[in-house]
T-cell receptor, first 116, second 112 residues
Framework: DAKTTQPTSMDCAEGRAANLPCNHS???????VYWYRQIHSQGPQYIIH?????ETNKMASLIITEDRKSSTLILPHATLRDTAVYYCIVRVPLWGYGGATNKLIFGTGTLLAVQP | DTEVTQTPKHLVMGMTNKKSLKCEQH?????MYWYKQKAKKPPELMFVYSYEKLSINESVPSRFSPECPNSSLLNLHLHALQPEDSALYLC???????????FGPGTRLTVL
C-alpha cells in the first residue's frame, strides 16, 4: 500500500545541490510527507517533514507543490557522506488502543550516489 | 540521550529455536515500534506500542510476539520462525502523537 513513488537511483556531484523528487498523488489532507535516509545497514535517519508549506532545517529543504501531489527534497551542498537511500514517506494517522498514533508508509526509496 | 539501542546486532537461529530481540530508549518516548526490513526493500511496520499497551498489530504471524515491560523497553520474542523471516528488524520510538520516529540500528536476523 505504498503511497509514494520515487526514482530508483540518482547521481549528484559533490558540492552541488541534490534534488530528490517524490510523487504522492493519493495523499490525504491530514497526512504528512516525511523524508528519512538510510545509510547501508544502519537504521533510518530523520531528515525533514511537512504538511503543505515548504520547510527548511539544517539538513535539507522540503518543497511541496500547492496541490500536495508531489514534493522535492533538496540537499543544498551534497557531500560523499550523503550517499544513502532516501525514503519519501507518508505519515498516516491511526487509532488504536491508547488513542491516536501514526504509521510511516515508506516509498521504495532513491539511492543517491554522490560522486567526487 | 537521543539514541535507540538494539541488541543483539546479529542473530542466527534455527527454525525450532526461541530467541528475543531487545530495544531500549531513554528519551521519555511513550510510543515504540517494530519494523521489518527485507533486503533492498523499505521498512514495513509490524507493531506499535502506545503507553506500554499494544496499539497496532499489522497482521503479523503469531510466531512474532512483542512485549513492552516498561516505557523504556521493547522486546520481540521469536519462536518457530521460517527462513523467509530473515531480515533486519528495526525498533523506533517517538512521542505517541507526534512527528519524528527515532530508529535504532537494527538486529540482522538469519533463520536457518
Amino acid at each position: 500500500d505504498a503511497k509514494t513513488t520515487q526514482p530508483t537511483s540518482m547521481d549528484c556531484a559533490e558540492g552541488r545541490a541534490a534534488n530528490l523528487p517524490c510523487n504522492h498523488s493519493t495523499i490525504s489532507g491530514n497526512e504528512y510527507v516525511y523524508w528519512y535516509r538510510q545509510i547501508h545497514s544502519q537504521g533510518p535517519q530523520y531528515i525533514i517533514h511537512g504538511l503543505k508549506n515548504n520547510e527548511t532545517n539544517k539538513m535539507a529543504s522540503l518543497i511541496i507543490t500547492e496541490d500536495r501531489k508531489s514534493s522535492t527534497l533538496i540537499l543544498p551542498h551534497a557531500t560523499l557522506r550523503d550517499t544513502a537511500v532516501y525514503y519519501c514517506i507518508v505519515r498516516v494517522p491511526l487509532w488504536g488502543y491508547g488513542g491516536a498514533t501514526n504509521k510511516l508508509i515508506f516509498g521504495t526509496g532513491t539511492l543517491l550516489a554522490v560522486q567526487p | 540521550d537521543t539514541e535507540v539501542t538494539q541488541t543483539p546486532k546479529h542473530l542466527v537461529m534455527g527454525m525450532t529455536n526461541k530467541k528475543s530481540l531487545k530495544c531500549e530508549q531513554h528519551m521519555g518516548h511513550r510510543a515504540m515500534y517494530w519494523y521489518k526490513q527485507k533486503a533492498k526493500k523499505p521498512p514495513e511496520l509490524m507493531f506499535v506500542y502506545s503507553y506500554e499497551k499494544l496499539s497496532i498489530n499489522e497482521s503479523v504471524p503469531s510466531r512474532f510476539s512483542p512485549e513492552c515491560p516498561n516505557s523504556s523497553l521493547l522486546n520481540l520474542h521469536l519462536h518457530a520462525l521460517q527462513p523467509e523471516d530473515s531480515a533486519l528488524y528495526l525498533c523506533a520510538s517517538s512521542q505517541p502523537r507526534y512527528n519524528e520516529q527515532f530508529f535504532g540500528p537494527g538486529t540482522r536476523l538469519t533463520v536457518l
